[in-house]
């Protein structure tokens, strides 16, 4: 992020944009995804998604303000259909096995961004700059068409994916939804700032994208084990309780001994990977029936992202206006320890309601 904000004289707020383009279509799209399954073979949508994610993935690695946010947009477009078609997908697929489907799909999302921070420094110094380093995923991304290509061409039917409507008036599902918007907007602010956070502070920006991509592998086993131990308790309070907790741990730690910061990469992953797990886990726990539990997981993703997307940009404008990182950092604690209140009425209740 500070090699393309270097090159483009981008302001921090203006880069942070980057980042809430693809959590807007996620927020947009999430709703209305069991509504498209059921329109369309599945098959072909993920297909075709593969294919504009690779497009627009390379078009960012052309260089430029306009290749780089259109690019953007159009990947992060795609990739939000891919996320909210799949659940629908899995969900018509199997009744059973909820809590461990869950965790699989969750902590493959956070094993695909770990991937990436690990390896972005790598290829920017191998190949040259910041634009091929972008530009790589197309590869993946072209792999992952070329793997769907036959499973498009034999689909014929939609799946029959339940179509659940927003709950507007149900109060666990507002819990719901404002955990997801909260866990996310913090994780995505994370992910987006850290690795400059950890250059300010001195650290070289391999180093620094070394310690981001360790907070996210640490993620991947939370992200995995919420759901299951959730799924056996009939009160989550004790989960959320550790997540936020060690979350605050880790940014404490990043903000007041910075120097330790390989030590606080463990508490800050499992504070934000177990949240992940968690919201995710939630609607299937709450839902009196499909329907209600589609609707939850719809309004959840749909609430959450939209509140998510302005997270990125928002830490980067108070770096912009404090000129130092302590401010950035003291809004991403704000982001974490709200969570607790925002989620407690969903936590707390036993059933469904």
Request: proline share 7%; with cysteine.
């Amino acid at each position: 992020m500070a090699d393309v904000r270097a090159e483009l004289g981008l302001s921090a707020a203006a880069a942070g944009l980057l980042t809430t383009g693809p959590l807007l279509c996620l927020g947009i799209l999430a709703p209305l995804g069991p509504r498209i399954a059921r329109r369309y073979p599945v098959e072909r949508i993920i297909a075709l998604a593969l294919l504009c994610t690779a497009i627009g993935t390379a078009l960012r690695g052309l260089g430029g303000i306009a290749p780089l946010y259109l690019g953007t947009l159009m990947a992060g477009a795609a990739i939000a259909l891919t996320q909210v078609v799949t659940p629908a997908w899995v969900r018509a697929k199997t009744d059973q096995g909820a809590g461990l489907l869950t965790g699989l799909f969750s902590t493959a999302l956070v094993a695909g961004a770990t991937i990436a921070t690990f390896t972005a420094i790598p290829f920017e110094e191998a190949l040259g700059g910041w634009e091929p380093s972008l530009a790589i995923w197309a590869l993946p991304a072209l792999i992952g068409f070329a793997v769907w290509v036959p499973y498009a061409l034999r689909a014929r039917e939609p799946v029959a994916a339940t179509v659940g409507h927003p709950l507007w008036r149900n109060r666990t599902a507002w819990s719901i939804a404002l955990l997801m918007g909260l866990q996310s907007m913090a994780f995505f602010s994370t992910i987006s700032w850290l690795p400059e956070i950890l250059v300010d502070d001195g650290m070289s920006e391999g180093y620094a994208g070394f310690l981001s991509g360790v907070t996210q592998l640490v993620q991947m086993i939370p992200a995995f084990a919420m759901p299951v131990l959730a799924a056996r308790r009939e009160t989550q309070l004790d989960l959320l309780l550790v997540i936020v907790g060690t979350a605050l741990v880790g940014l404490l730690g990043v903000m007041l001994l910075p120097d330790l910061s390989l030590l606080w990469m463990v508490p800050l992953g499992i504070g934000q990977g177990g949240a992940l797990g968690l919201a995710l886990m939630l609607p299937v726990l709450r839902g009196r029936d499909p329907g209600e539990v589609a609707g939850m997981t719809a309004m959840a993703m749909g609430v959450g992202y939209l509140i998510a997307a302005g997270g990125p940009a928002l830490v980067g404008a108070v770096h912009d206006i404090s000129d130092e990182w302590n401010w950035p950092l003291g809004v991403l604690l704000v982001m974490t320890i709200v969570q607790l209140p925002a989620a407690l009425h969903a936590v707390m209740k036993g059933k469904p309601t």
